[in-house]
């Protein structure tokens, strides 16, 4: 279950396309787009 806050739709919604990345800092985080509008989500700690 990967779900991330879509600052467009204002919502929490299930991450499509989710991808594992490392941020500079070394902390995993999800990135991935939003299943309605399009919009890029992120999400860290995911």
């Known amino acids: 279950m ?5 600052v467009k739709c204002k919502a929490k ?3 499509q396309n989710p991808e594992q990345v490392t ?3 070394g902390r995993k985080a999800l ?3 939003c299943p309605d ?3 890029k989500m ?3 700690g995911g």
């Open 13 to 15: 919604k299930e991450v």
């Open 23 to 25: 941020m500079k800092n």
């Open 37 to 39: 509008c399009g919009t």
């Open 2 to 6: 990967s779900d991330a806050y879509c």
């Open 31 to 33: 990135k991935g787009t």
């Open 42 to 44: 992120f999400k860290i």
